[in-house]
């Protein structure tokens, strides 16, 4: 009994790591939504902390509150031309941190479903590479907020 006790407890200190899903391995910080009048794309900013010790990969997102969440990243060229292209994946790395803010990657909301104000919390959920999902829940800002 004494061995199957230890053996027991060896293989819970194993089990998180070999099953650890890449969203359990990431902490969100910092998520909003920045509304913008007229149902103009808003954009979404988080900041994905990987506390893990493999690199989690989004490969997608998608909301209740919106027909339509694209994944993208803002570039400028050396004339201070800004455009935005979208991403097939974005790379958590292990340990590391990705920020999603103005400006760099974000997420692009279209099509509302219903109409939002600020103050509201819109949940968004991240599809990782391995099958799992994280739902993150959104503060609503107003146009004019910074970051
Ligand atoms: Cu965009």
Do not use: C
Not at 12 to 21: D, E, K, S, T, Y
Not at 95 to 105: D, F, I, K, R
């Amino acid at each position: 009994m004494k061995h199957h006790a230890w053996l027991f407890g060896f293989m819970m200190l194993l089990a998180p790591i070999v099953h650890a899903a890449q969203a359990d391995q990431i902490k969100p910080s910092h998520a909003w939504i920045r509304l913008l009048p007229a149902n103009l794309p808003a954009g979404a900013y988080v900041t994905l902390d990987n506390q893990g010790a493999s690199a989690a990969v989004l490969v997608s997102a998608n909301s209740a509150a919106y027909g339509s969440v694209m994944l993208h990243q803002s570039t400028s060229d050396p004339a201070g031309n800004s455009d935005m292209h979208m991403l097939d994946r974005l790379v958590v790395p292990a340990h590391g941190q990705v920020l999603l803010a103005p400006a760099s990657y974000h997420l692009m909301l279209q099509q509302a479903t219903h109409p939002l104000k600020p103050g509201d919390t819109v949940e968004i959920t991240f599809d990782f590479a391995d099958g799992s999902r994280l739902a993150v829940p959104f503060l609503v800002r107003p146009a004019n907020a910074a970051d």
